[in-house]
């Protein structure tokens, strides 16, 4: 077993590590305040070609393995989750999906256009009725001969207002169920595709996140990914790939408030000596490192499962489900440790525990992955 990381990942680590210092910390208690979109950020972030991680050199990507994407959304969610998750959607769900099952002309038309930054995407799964429950799609997108017309609402969208491209899942065939499900691209702009108001929400409050209104919206055939009614196995295949996206978010948080907590510990004093040195501060954190680390495992190797072309929807599962845990457990925990300080804006960690949550609830809440992973398990 290796566990050493390249020359190349180290680097890509340390850019993404210099990134998140240089250009994500300064600011990021006023977006979260404002709710404002990092829109200068991202852009830089494309140019650091972190929006088009795993696309082939070819679409303008940057033609790299999962681990060194799982190193970047890592080192970006330390500082900000709002900006990883971005990243996130963006590589996992759009470039990802559509380089992997787009047509040849689905992928010269839009992918490039997606890896490169000059536009962003947003997969178009959640309907008000259809969270964890997917199968239950009521938006349709009804045949049409050469092109299909789009009805419904889509719900808590990440990158909503923000995206140009947006991979819509909808039902054809009603009578078919799941098997009758399409995944669709929509380009912004289409007549009858609005975007709603932006949910004001707990956490990651600098992502954008939209419900979209689809009012017999009109779009070609071509646009539909892969053969009639492979949309629902679509979003699957997809999600398992974006839940390792998640879950090396939910291990930065985990790892950022920890490291505060950490160096916090080390400059407070209380009973005449540094916080550290008290037992019950300093178990805390050697809990905290042990957990960490452990998710650090389960997210690398689930990594490391995709890219050796190992079945990844349990390790994935698995790394998502430990490593959102461990990040709402270790942020609490940095709260705690801070005291009074950590109550307030200025120290950090009461956004990250903000933040913490929605990585037990986007991308399949952590009860669908104990499905995921106990249908797995007891397969065989
Ligand atoms: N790969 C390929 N196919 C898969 C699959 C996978 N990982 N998982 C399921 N399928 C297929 C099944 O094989 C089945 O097809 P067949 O009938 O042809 O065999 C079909 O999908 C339906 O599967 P199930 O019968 O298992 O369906 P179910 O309703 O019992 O459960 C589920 C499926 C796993 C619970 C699924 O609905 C699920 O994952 N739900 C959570 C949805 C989710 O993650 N939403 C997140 C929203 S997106 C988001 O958050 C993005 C963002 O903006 C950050």
Known sequence: MDFTLSEEQIMIQQAARDFAQNELLPGVIERDDAQKFPAEQVKKMAELGFLGMMVDLKYGGSGLDTISYALVMEELSKIDASASVIVSVNNSLVCWGLETYGSDAQKEKYLSRLSTGQCIGAFCLSEPEAGSDATSQKT????????????????????????????????????????????????????????????NKLGIRGSDTHSLIFNDVKVPKENRIGEDGFGFKFAMKTLAGGRIGIAAQALGIAAGAYELAKKYSKERKAFGTEISNHQAIAFKLADMHTQIEAARHLVYKAAWDKDQGNDYDLSGAMAKLYASQVAMDTAVE???????????????????????????????????????????????
């Open 140 to 199: 349709t997108a009804l045949d049409q001969g050469d092109h299909y017309v789009l009805n419904g609402t889509k719900n808590w969208i990440t990158n909503g207002n923000s995206a140009d491209i947006y991979l819509v899942i909808a039902q054809t065939h009603i009578s078919k169920g799941h098997k009758g499900i399409n995944a669709i691209i929509v380009e912004k702009g289409t007549p009858g595709f609005e975007v709603g108001p932006k949910e």
């Open 334 to 380: 940095a709260v705690q440790i801070h005291g009074g300080n950590g109550f307030v804006k200025d120290y950090h960690v009461e956004r990250m525990m903000r933040d913490a949550k929605i990585t037990q609830i986007y991308e399949g809440t952590s009860e669908i992955q104990k499905i995921v992973i106990s249908r797995s398990i007891l397969r065989d």
